[in-house]
């Protein structure tokens, strides 16, 4: 089946430490996406990717580093900078990053500090 | 800056009702509006997808309603069942930049 896979499920960060968190989807999707979820509040755009080799930040990016070296991969590291980092986080895909196709998503990552 | 909300932030009714999720956004110059339901842990579903110049879409037992320019969309639910319990968002895609701004959320909890 195609989708959207996100690992690990459960992820735990120590003091001054980056984590690296995964997305690889199988949808042939040009565009990728990671969100931040916190409780209460809307989704909001770390960084977004349209093509190979290419991103943008988004509105929260400080803290966060993305590469997209493969069409199926987008993996989001958070970096030791971002000083609240637990969160729920999302990642997504979709056939171009305007249109009329709705956002596909993985099933998440909850981050947490020890 | 684009504004979206979402009232109530959790409603919870008997099952079988009738029942309306409301969506207000404060710029009207949007390509379109989307509805997604959100499961406890889980990921987003994509519901409905209304586009700029529509007045609703309908899905099985889901209507979603846009008026544009009174900024407020509606997604109505007939007949409401337990599965039907989670979370749903709305969300704009703005016409400048295609990026999606995103409501807070409705937790929707329907008793048997």
């Known amino acids: 089946d195609g989708g959207i896979t996100q690992s690990p499920k459960y992820l735990f960060r120590k003091e001054g430490q980056n984590v690296t968190l995964s997305c690889e989807q199988n949808?042939?999707?040009?565009?990728m996406y990671w969100y931040r979820q916190d409780p209460g509040q809307g989704l909001r755009l770390i960084y977004y990717?349209?093509?190979?080799?290419?991103?943008q930040k988004g509105d929260i990016a400080e803290g966060y580093s993305v590469s997209r070296e493969k069409k199926e991969s987008f993996p989001l590291t958070v970096t030791s900078a971002q000083k609240n980092p637990t969160a729920f986080y999302l990642c997504?895909?979709?056939?171009?990053?305007?249109?009329?196709?709705?956002?596909?998503f993985g099933d998440g990552t909850r981050l947490s500090i020890l | 800056k684009q504004e979206v909300t979402q009232i109530p932030a959790a409603l919870s009714v008997p099952e079988g009702e009738n029942l309306v999720l409301n969506c207000s956004f404060t710029?009207?110059?949007?390509?379109?509006l989307q509805w997604f339901r959100q499961d406890p842990g889980k990921g987003l579903t994509s519901l409905l997808l209304?586009?700029?110049s529509q007045r609703e879409q309908t899905s099985g037992r889901l209507n979603a309603s846009l008026d544009k320019s009174s900024g407020r969309s509606t997604l109505y639910i007939a007949a409401s069942q337990p599965g039907d319990s989670a979370t749903y968002l709305c969300?704009?895609?703005?016409?400048?930049?295609?990026?999606?701004?995103w409501g807070a959320g409705t937790k929707l909890i329907i008793k048997p």
């Open positions: 997504a895909s979709s056939t171009v990053r305007r249109g009329n196709q709705p956002q596909h």
């Open positions: 949808l042939n999707h040009d565009a």
């Open positions: 990717s349209q093509i190979v080799n290419d991103f």
């Open positions: 710029d009207s110059a949007i390509y379109n």
């Open positions: 209304i586009q700029s």
């Open positions: 969300a704009v895609l703005m016409d400048s930049n295609y990026q999606l701004i």
